[in-house]
Structure formats: structure tokens, C-alpha cells
């Protein structure tokens, strides 16, 4: 493993995890929320929804920008944008400010969340690609491991408003962490032939690649099996299950270990393997464990522990089908890489925003239809990938 590898998977990995910390971090305080702003449970959701319509949407925008300016004045813009919406969301006096504030922050997030895809295909492709993905989702996992716990201790010992000053905070650490520490990876001269046409032409290419759009898809519905766990976790393990919210903090942080954990293979199992062996193993683990779980509780099963174990498993196979899918996608559309990557964010967010939506519609207080919704995700994930990379389509010869 070289310096150069190291660095990159650390910096973008801690510039990927600033718009997931500003969800994680104030899950455990989405109770409280409700009932300092007198706001419904789906109310309260939608500051989240509102969230992640704002980082599908403005990822489009984003990624040819950035194919035609440069990855780092995109990224500059995003997290200011991002530092102010913190602000917002710290001063809202009701639940309709929250969600227009949270909108905002989603608007400048999703910066951050797009182009370090971009800037590892920039550099790096096939193997070497899926492992840096990897590495920089191991970076990545200080969101879901501590930012819960962060959250949990500033509502026990503070307010739900803490936790948006302290966001704020972080996206001015980011700002000065693009500064220092990241290079441009997109050079002048590639950038002399990206402009609004290209831009369009580009989006038309990815919209005909079925491949492109396959691989995508598979990787949305596993994102948004994990979104529809992050959304509702909290009323289900806080107020279904009665954990306080430091042990709430613990439960979700343990899911996210196994899906960073297991994703650490990623690179061993590709070079040994070849990505399309390790995409289908993992998509037929990730579908038998969720079914399995949707199965028990929808014959009664309504036990901590048993959700508990089988989600551990699922996500574990689940940190492995996120990298390679996206490695994949991106591999044959280098000279676009921040228009697909954008695209791609699109999808995903998208996806799981629906499939939320759907989720918290159907929410009765219960695991059940959180379950049944990760379980549908993943029957959708395994058919995708079933058809995609029938015949070995979905895998370009150099990511072999």
C-alpha cells in the first residue's frame, strides 16, 4: 500500500463523511426534535427527507461543474453552502424552518458526497479503484461509528441545537481540510472540452448505458435498504425497544462496523476474485440474510436480538456490494467521471428517498415494515444483478 493511496483514501474519506455526519450525528436527538418544534414523527422525518431530495437533485449540477472547472472550487462552494444551512438548522424556531434549513445544508452536502468519486477515477481504476473506494469508506465510518454517540451525549448534556453548531463547526474544518490537503485531479487540460453541451451529451450517454445504469441501481437499493434502517432506527430501538440514547448510539454504531468492516476485503477479494464474482457473491448473501429477517417477523418475530444479528450479517455483505458496484459503473466513463458520479449520487439519493418514503408511511411503531421495506430492497438489488451482469456484462476487462 503506497503513501500517495493512504493520503487520498484519508482526505476524501474525511470530506465523503461530512454529509453523512450531519445526518447521523443527529439521529439519536429526532425524538427530541419532535417534541421541541410540536412536530409529528413524520414531520420530524421529513427534515431528513428534505435532506436527501436536496443532495439527488443538486449532485446533477455538481458533477459537470466540476468536470468543467475542477474538482475544488465545487467542493469549496458546497461546504460553505453546506456551514450556513448548520446555522440555519440551529436557529430554527419551528419544524417548517428545520426542514427549508436542512434542505439548504443538503444543497451544499452533496459537494462533498459526489466528486470524491470523481477524483478516485480521476486517478485509479479496476482493483486499485475498488480498494482506494474501500479505504476511503473506512475513513468514512467515523460518521456512523461515533457521529450517533456525539449526538446522543450533546442531547443528554445539551439540546438538539448543539449538534447544528457543531456541524457548522465541522464544515469549517472541511473547508480548511480542501485548502490544505487535497490536490486538483482534474486537470486544465481535460477541462477544454466540457461545457453545458457536454455536459447534456454526457448525461444522454450514461442515460442510454444500460450497464452504467444497472450497476447503479444495484447500489441504490442497497443504499437505500441502509436509509430505511437510518430513518426509522431510532423510534424503532429508542421508543419501540426502549434503549436510551447513548445504547441507541451503540446498536447503530455495530451495523456500521460490519458494513465498513467487511468492505476492507473489498480489495483482496477483487484481485483474487475479479469484481463481478465478488458483486453477485455478496448481492446473494445480502438478499438470503434480509429475506430471512423479513420472514421471522413477519411470522411474529419481534425480538432486539434477532434484528440485531441478521442486520450485522446483511450490511456486512452489503459493505462489499456498495464499492464494486460503484467501481464498475464508473470504469468505462473516465473522461465524465464527474457527470456519472453525479448521476450516480442521483440515483442512489433518489432511491432511497422513495424507498423512505414509502417505509415511514407504512410505520406503526413496530421493526416489521422497516424490515419488510430492507427485504424488498434487496430482492430488487439480486434481480439487478441477475440481469445486468448476465453473460459477464458489467464488468469492463480492466476491472477484472
Known amino acids: 500500500m503506497n503513501s500517495t493511496l493512504l493520503r487520498a483514501a484519508l482526505v476524501l474519506g474525511l470530506l465523503s463523511a461530512i454529509g453523512p455526519f450531519a445526518i447521523d450525528m443527529y439521529l439519536p436527538a429526532l425524538p ?13 422525518q421529513m427534515s431528513l427527507l428534505a435532506f436527501m431530495a436536496a443532495i439527488a437533485v443538486c449532485q446533477l449540477f455538481y458533477g459537470p461543474v466540476s468536470d468543467m472547472v475542477g474538482r475544488k472550487p465545487p467542493l469549496y462552494f458546497g461546504i460553505a453552502v453546506f456551514s450556513l444551512g448548520a446555522i440555519g438548522c440551529a436557529l430554527a424556531p419551528s419544524i417548517e424552518w428545520l426542514i427549508i434549513a436542512r434542505f439548504v445544508q443538503g444543497v451544499g452536502a452533496c459537494a462533498a458526497m459526489a466528486l470524491p468519486r470523481a477524483i478516485v477515477r480521476d486517478g485509479y481504476t479496476g482493483a486499485d479503484a475498488a480498494q482506494l473506494q474501500s479505504l476511503l469508506m473506512l475513513v468514512f465510518s467515523v460518521s456512523p461509528i461515533l457521529a450517533p454517540l456525539a ?4 442531547v443528554q448534556f445539551g439540546d438538539w441545537r448543539t449538534i447544528f453548531w457543531a456541524i457548522a463547526v465541522i464544515g469549517v474544518l472541511g473547508l480548511a481540510l480542501i485548502g490544505f490537503f487535497l490536490k486538483e485531479t482534474r486537470p486544465a487540460a481535460d477541462r477544454t472540452e466540457s461545457g ?32 430505511a434502517y437510518l430513518a426509522n432506527s431510532s423510534f424503532i430501538l429508542i421508543e419501540h425497544y426502549g434503549l436510551n440514547p447513548t445504547l441507541y448510539s451503540v446498536m447503530f454504531s455495530i451495523n456500521a462496523v460490519s458494513f465498513i468492516g467487511v468492505s476492507q476485503m473489498t480489495g483482496v477479494l477483487t484481485r483474487r476474485y475479479g469484481l463481478n464474482s465478488v458483486v453477485r457473491t455478496s448481492v446473494t448473501g445480502f438478499i438470503v440474510v434480509m ?10 418475530v419481534d425480538r432486539l436480538d434477532v434484528l440485531a444479528t441478521l442486520l450485522f450479517v446483511g450490511y456486512g455483505f452489503l459493505g462489499l456490494v456498495i464499492p464494486t458496484t460503484a467501481v464498475l459503473a464508473l470504469e468505462n466513463h473516465g473522461k465524465i467521471a464527474g457527470t456519472a458520479s453525479a448521476l450516480m449520487g442521483t440515483l442512489q439519493m433518489v432511491t432511497a428517498a422513495v424507498v423512505m418514503g414509502i417505509v415511514g408511511a407504512f410505520f406503526d411503531g413496530t421493526a416489521k415494515p422497516m424490515v419488510i ?9 439480486f434481480t439487478l444483478t441477475r440481469v445486468t451482469m448476465k453473460g459477464g456484462v458489467g464488468a469492463p476487462a480492466a476491472a477484472e
Open 32 to 44: 427530541a426534535i419532535g417534541v421541541s418544534l410540536q412536530a409529528s414523527t413524520a414531520e420530524v
Open 291 to 300: 429475506v430471512a429477517l423479513a420472514a421471522l417477523f413477519g411470522l411474529g
Open 373 to 381: 421495506g430492507i427485504a424488498v430492497c434487496a430482492v430488487i438489488a
Open 196 to 227: 453545458v453541451g457536454s455536459a447534456i451529451k454526457g448525461y444522454g450517454v450514461l442515460l442510454k448505458d444500460a450497464n452504467f445504469l444497472g450497476l447503479s441501481m444495484i447500489g441504490a437499493f442497497g443504499m437505500a435498504s441502509f436509509m
Open 151 to 154: 449526538g446522543s451525549l450533546m
